[in-house]
């Protein structure tokens, strides 16, 4: 669909563009347009990080994301263009590792589209980070089971915002 | 069947091919792919984690396959421990 942007940009190859996100959104009937920006980070759990690689089923984020975008445009019933990119391969300090940007006509439309979208993208999209430390040593990052268990107990509480740990 | 399983995450530690096959009897559940697939790790694998494969979830190219569900014929699979995308 035209009002959506879904894409896995290897890093290899190109950065994350906040600005052709904001392009993207924009459009003479919004009025809002919310941006979430995730980099890398120096410090995780009491470790110096060094870089993160992101390892992706890409097929299946695809339409993982375009479910949410589906989600995200039910949710707020209102006009909507979305944008949501994730990174993938090797990144360093300070390189943006997703950006998810949310045109609306208002603002609260548009903080609510951002928000549902960079969260579900965190707990629903198979994505996963391995962080590398400044000693050498590396590690895949807990995360969220996409297992049936997991997923019920996740419906049950979520409320979207109401997920109960640190990530 | 001969069934492939892509591996994802911490899991692509148990065959630096990033897949593995395994034999899998006709008809069998996803709950019985499982159970496969944490002995073939504690058997050719022992430096994953198996306990790993309790709370991962199987999907196709199309989507998540939860436990009741059969192994389709001929479709490579993928084994997803939990995300940490963002």
Known sequence: MDDLHLAVVERAEAALDVAAALDFVSDPRFGGIAVFVGKVRDFNVGRHVVGISYDLFVPLALRTFQAIGERARAEVGAPLKLYIAHAKGDLGLGDLAVVVAAGTPHRAEAFRACRLAIEAVKHEAPIWKQEHYVDGDSAWSEGCSLCEASAEETHDTAGHGGHGHAH | ?86
């Open chain 2, 1 to 86: 069947m001969k069934t492939r399983i892509a591996l994802y995450g911490a899991l692509r530690e148990a065959d630096a091919r990033g897949y593995l096959e395994l034999d899998v009897p006709p008809s069998s559940s996803i709950a019985e792919l499982r159970e496969l697939l944490a002995a073939h790790l504690r058997e050719h694998a022992p430096q994953v984690n198996a306990g790993l494969v309790r709370i991962s979830a199987f999907a196709s190219a199309e989507e998540i396959l939860h436990n009741h569900r059969e192994v389709p014929e001929g479709v490579e699979l993928a084994v997803l421990p939990p995300v940490s995308g963002g």
